[in-house]
């Protein structure tokens, strides 16, 4: 079992019901303004931690890239060449061989 310091630090609740939680404590927690903490009660006491990432809304990323068409040519436009997606469009069996096929 390690033996760990533990260190009291104090606060004061605002009005308003806000904490400004002393720098030794912001700097040993790696927090900067902005970020969101975490508390959970369980018997009466408290514990504070950084909150975990929230996970990205997928709508922040509608619009990054400039997208057209329907989600079929998308993928075929990635996956093959000009002349395999005419090949694709001529339908099963009409794949024709190419020189540097060989």
Excluded: I, W
């Amino acid at each position: 079992m390690s033996a760990e310091r533990v260190r009291v630090l104090y606060a004061t609740l605002t009005s308003k019901g806000q904490l400004t939680l002393p720098r030794t404590l912001q700097d040993a927690l790696r927090l900067r303004q902005g970020d969101r903490v975490e508390f959970r009660v369980s018997g009466g006491e408290a514990t504070l931690r950084p909150a975990p990432a929230a996970a990205p809304d997928l709508r922040t990323f509608v619009g990054v890239l400039p997208l057209a068409g329907e989600a079929e040519a998308l993928v075929s436009g990635g996956r093959h060449t000009p002349e395999e997606r005419a090949d694709l469009q001529r339908g099963p069996g009409a794949r024709l061989l190419r020189l540097d096929d060989l």
